[in-house]
């Protein structure tokens, strides 16, 4: 908007709309992108929508992100003959799910992201992969993650706790491929070790997400002395600051803002070695990196963080903020999408445009 482009954005009614057109961004509804489910009907509703918005609205570009408008999005884009631009915000989906569907997934992405003018990874790992399965692209880029706002997540005074005492925490949605069974087992195994810290949970629940943690796991992580579930919270930044690591045994990611948002604040971290997560983690420098699905390692991991003293806490902490602020500060983001955007509908700096003149839609 600062360059001039009118930006319209859409979506699914959340409530969140609100907070975009507050801050002058066009909100137009879409029903038909649901969060789950594979049903062939509602993808070809999906797609049947996007293309008429998209030859309503007739945007300059189209910005597309997460698995099903990156699908169809690209495919209804080049339908309706506008330039798009799709976002890999993550393959968990893709090599995560059962033989069947990754299938079906690896098929889709064949058929979509030729369709985009840009493909865009958040890490070369995944960029790397999409290719091996034979995905085609007119342009592959890489852009590591969606930019963190590094001056208001910053490094806060930390609360006067007693020398031997630690707070964990978990932040993110309550999902298996996020770690937490893992998280589970390995409290489980050594929270008799320390009776002085305390896991702390940040994150929606999401009972219908089809990879939720199992009701069974989920109580008895609750039960577990000194585990605390804070549920979803609108901002978190109060949370990384209270809290002396930040822990995300992911199975695989994009590049997790988590992660991002602990680094800025000066946090130490501890993560997978898989893809979003290795790139952001390095043992003995910002955190412990170790081996994705492993209680065990995980466990040991919490117990070294533990015994580590805090002024070398502080120091694995700041060398994470260095890393965040030398690469996934926004700004430095935001120049790399606004090049690819410029590229393809050029707008003069001094000229607002009219409306649906050299928009941008973003879904």
Not at 38 to 67: A, G, K, M
Not at 259 to 269: I, T
Not at 330 to 348: F, H, M, N
Request: aromatic share 8%.
């Amino acid at each position: 908007m600062q360059q001039g482009y009118e930006v319209i954005a859409l979506a699914p009614i959340d409530g969140k709309e609100l907070l975009l057109q507050e801050v002058g961004i066009t909100f137009c509804a879409l029903p038909a992108l649901k969060r789950f489910g594979n049903s062939p009907w509602s993808d070809l509703l999906l797609f049947r929508c996007l293309v008429r918005e998209y030859r309503r609205l007739r945007p300059s570009v189209v910005l597309h992100f997460t698995i099903k408008p990156n699908i169809y999005g690209s495919l209804a884009a080049r339908w309706a003959g506008v330039p798009s631009i799709a976002t890999i915000t993550g393959l968990g989906t893709t090599w995560l799910n059962g033989p069947l569907l990754r299938r079906l997934t690896i098929w889709l992405y064949r058929t979509s992201l030729p369709a985009a003018e840009v493909v865009v990874g958040q890490n070369a790992h995944d960029l790397e992969d999409l290719q091996k399965i034979g995905v085609q692209a007119r342009r592959w880029q890489l852009i590591p993650g969606s930019g963190i706002d590094t001056e208001f997540f910053h490094p806060l005074p930390m609360p006067n706790y007693d020398d031997d005492e630690r707070h964990f925490l978990f932040l993110g949605r309550m999902l298996i491929d996020k770690g937490v069974v893992e998280l589970l087992y390995a409290w489980h195994q050594i929270n008799h070790l320390l009776p002085n810290a305390n896991l702390h949970l940040v994150g929606e629940l999401d009972t219908q997400h089809p990879r939720c943690v199992p009701h069974g796991d989920w109580q008895r992580l609750l039960q577990l002395p000194r585990v605390h579930f804070h549920a979803y919270q609108e901002q978190v930044r109060d949370f990384i600051g209270r809290s002396h690591v930040v822990v995300l045994p992911s199975y695989r990611e994009g590049i997790p803002r988590s992660l991002l948002e602990a680094m800025a604040m000066g946090k130490p971290v501890i993560s997978t070695d898989v893809p979003g997560c290795r790139e952001l983690v390095t043992s003995g420098r910002n955190g412990w990196r170790i081996p994705a699905r492993s209680s065990a390692a995980l466990a040991e991991a919490i117990l070294q963080a533990s015994r580590t003293r805090a002024l070398e806490l502080e120091q694995l902490g700041e060398n994470g903020r260095k890393l965040v602020m030398e690469g996934y500060r926004k700004t430095i983001i935001a120049e790399q999408y606004l090049d690819l955007i410029e590229g393809l509908c050029p707008v003069g700096k001094s000229k607002v445009p009219s409306p649906n003149e050299n928009s941008l839609s973003s879904l």
